[in-house]
């Protein structure tokens, strides 16, 4: 039986996944890896994958994709903006980061215009799956393409505030106010997204599951040693580390799940180590960063290319025209 929003023979061909984790400036890095990818084989990523998901700066990378971006233009977005959407005045930031919002969403909204002007997000050329989080009503917002029959709002919005909406990382953005609803950073249920596309691929998608493979890219990790204070540790022990062992848990057991699921085989996850405090969710070092992209992508190429390079994603129709009114 034909499964509903798949396309034809896609109970036989791969459906291919690319999954971008969240991680602020450090997003450069997911981009270049994709650049040199792109470069050193002479092909659009794009076109070899059937879904892309992303949170937070993983969502503005899925979406400059869609929208027709290249990577290599997504890492000079965050070269030429970046330094001033996290621009700290004389410390004053750090200060003001106890009691509101480190950052304006300004600066953001003002970079994201002038990369994606005002389309809208149903304007993608490919399935695209954005994670945020409603606040009031303490539940996972999923912004959509309309690759489903039922998916009539999420493309009427515009990408810039679907954007907005993905990147709203507590404490350094505000809360993103769409259509009367709170919405925050996705890293708060998915940092990682790659089980998020799984699950629209094998749910909605009525995809089987030996067909998804899933090709999902982070931003960097470290690993620090962690305080023995921890141990027995209460508020005050855990104020600085319970968000970066939770992101790095979460991110970590997402991995092992897909592998489960899919095979081995079927995922292949690219990252790269750093020395513990050297990249900041708001503050890096570029060339340090494109340089590791380099070399990441250097070593990883061969298996990139044996896994998704072969398939062709077959053409992505919108279900419903992206125009209507």
């Not at 917002?141 to 039922?150: E, G, I, Q, V």
């Amino acid at each position: 039986m034909h499964a509903p929003g798949a396309d034809d023979g896609a109970e036989h061909n791969p459906f291919q996944i690319l999954s971008l984790d969240g991680g602020g400036l450090r997003g450069m890095f997911s981009a270049a890896l994709l650049a040199h990818f792109e470069e050193d084989h002479g092909t659009r990523v794009v076109d070899h994958f059937d879904l892309i998901a992303g949170t937070s700066t993983g969502g503005i990378i899925a979406m400059g994709l869609g929208l027709g971006m290249t990577p290599r233009e997504i890492v000079d977005f965050y070269i030429d903006h970046g330094p001033n959407i996290f621009r700290d005045h004389g410390g004053v930031r750090g200060a003001r980061h106890w009691i509101r919002s480190k950052y304006s969403a300004s600066p953001l909204e003002e970079a994201l215009v002038k990369a994606l002007g005002e389309r809208t997000f149903g304007e993608s050329t490919k399935r695209l799956v954005i994670t945020s989080y409603n606040l009031d009503a303490s539940d996972t917002y999923l912004f959509r393409t309309p690759h489903l029959p039922h998916l009539k709002r999420d493309w009427r919005e515009r990408a810039v505030d679907v954007a907005l909406a993905t990147t709203a990382a507590p404490t350094y953005f505000p809360a993103m106010s769409l259509r009367g609803a709170r919405l925050i950073d996705g890293g708060i249920l998915a940092n990682n997204p790659a089980m998020v596309a799984v699950a629209e691929a094998v749910g909605p998608l009525g995809l089987p599951l030996h067909s998804v493979k899933v090709c999902s890219i982070g931003t960097m990790t470290d690993k620090p040693k962690r305080s023995r204070l921890l141990t027995r540790g209460g508020r005050l022990a855990w104020a600085a580390a319970a968000a970066p062992v939770l992101m790095r848990a979460q991110s970590d057991g997402v991995t092992k799940q897909t592998r489960h699921l899919l095979g081995k085989e079927n995922v292949l996850r690219i990252d790269a180590a750093v020395p513990t405090g050297a990249l900041k969710l708001d503050k890096v070092d570029s060339d340090y960063l494109i340089g590791l992209a380099s070399h990441v992508s250097r070593d990883g190429a061969p298996e990139f290319y044996r896994k998704f390079l072969e398939h062709r994603a077959s053409p992505y129709i919108p279900r419903h025209p992206i125009r209507e009114v």
